[in-house]
């Protein structure tokens, strides 16, 4: 997980990490969607991608 470059002193990146890991114990079920959601927005940028490069190589040929 990336840091927020807001985050200043070690301590609040502790506090940062501390935080996300006390959401991530104590309710599985908001980080399991929060993953679901992130696991469908690559999915969509990579069928996107997929469909670019389809349409590419079709308009070569």
Known sequence: MRIPTTAGTAKD????H???SVIC????HIYKDRLKSLNNVVLIALLKSAQSMVHEISSKT
Request: without cysteine; charged residues 45%; positive net charge.
């Open 18 to 20: 501390k935080n996300t």
């Open 13 to 16: 990146r502790n506090n940062f």
């Open 25 to 28: 114990e104590d309710k599985p």
